[in-house]
T-cell receptor, first 113, second 111 residues
Framework: DAGVIQSPRHEVTEMGQEVTLRCKPI?????LFWYRQTMMRGLELLIY????????DSGMPEDRFSAKMPNASFSTLKIQPSEPRDSAVYFC???????????FGPGTRLTVT | ELKVEQNPLFLSMQEGKNYTIYCNYS?????LYWYRQDPGKSLESLFV?????AVKQEGRLMASLDTKARLSTLHITAAVHDLSATYFC???????????FGEGTQLTVNP
């Protein structure tokens, strides 16, 4: 398996623009997670899905952030409008079930100017 | 709110030496995870500890879990330069799948 796939790997955009990050989990994994990593706040869970259904979105910073998982092999994280403070590395991870490790994608480095 | 604290946050050590990284957490949990992150890279799973007293070893790294003390340790034996990375512990919250990560321990092994 190719592992968790994320695109784009780097994104530079201007404040106010819409940003869409994409993730393809490992086939057969029922859980998908979106994380954000910054120097100031470390690794934060934004939202996670189980069988394509959002279970916990309490980490989503505000209404500008939204996430979807239309099928078992694809998820998006959208920021609209983007702000400079959204600059971070966004990781997608997938897992088989509770109690097993999560497998992380390579991340998307987002810079909002 | 679940809190996970690691110490030290920065560790510089010489090759061949031993050291331990500590991970404390604030609420009951039976599942603890250790990850490694190289600069500019993703996170790689090292260990999954699923019960009190669990001990796992891989090469020069050994992880253990004491759920009563809410403490996990990552012991490094005879460090080598290739172990230089940031190490994170993470704990499952009461909701099950939600992981809370520690701040990370940045390890540098000097020749």
């Amino acid at each position: 398996d190719a592992g968790v796939i994320q695109s784009p790997r780097h994104e530079v955009t201007e404040m106010g623009q819409e940003v869409t990050l994409r993730c393809k989990p490992i086939s057969g994994h029922d859980y998908l997670f979106w994380y954000r990593q910054t120097m100031m706040r470390g690794l934060e869970l934004l939202i996670y899905f189980n069988n394509n259904v959002p279970i916990d979105d309490s980490g989503m910073p505000e209404d500008r952030f939204s996430a979807k998982m239309p099928n078992a092999s694809f998820s998006t994280l959208k920021i609209q409008p983007s702000e400079p403070r959204d600059s971070a590395v966004y990781f997608c991870a997938s897992g088989i079930m509770v109690g097993y490790e999560q497998y992380f994608g390579p991340g998307t480095r987002l810079t909002v100017t | 709110e679940l809190k996970v604290e690691q110490n030290p946050l920065f560790l510089s050590m010489q090759e061949g030496k031993n050291y331990t990284i500590y991970c404390n957490y604030s609420t009951t949990s039976d599942r603890l995870y250790w990850y490694r992150q190289d600069p500019g890279k993703s996170l790689e799973s090292l260990f999954v500890l699923l019960s009190n007293g669990a001990v796992k070893q891989e090469g020069r790294l050994m992880a253990s879990l004491d759920t009563k003390a809410r403490l996990s340790t990552l012991h490094i034996t005879a460090a080598v330069h290739d172990l230089s990375a940031t190490y994170f512990c993470a704990v499952d919250g009461v909701s099950g799948s939600r992981l809370t990560f520690g701040e990370g321990t940045q390890l540098t092994v000097n020749p």
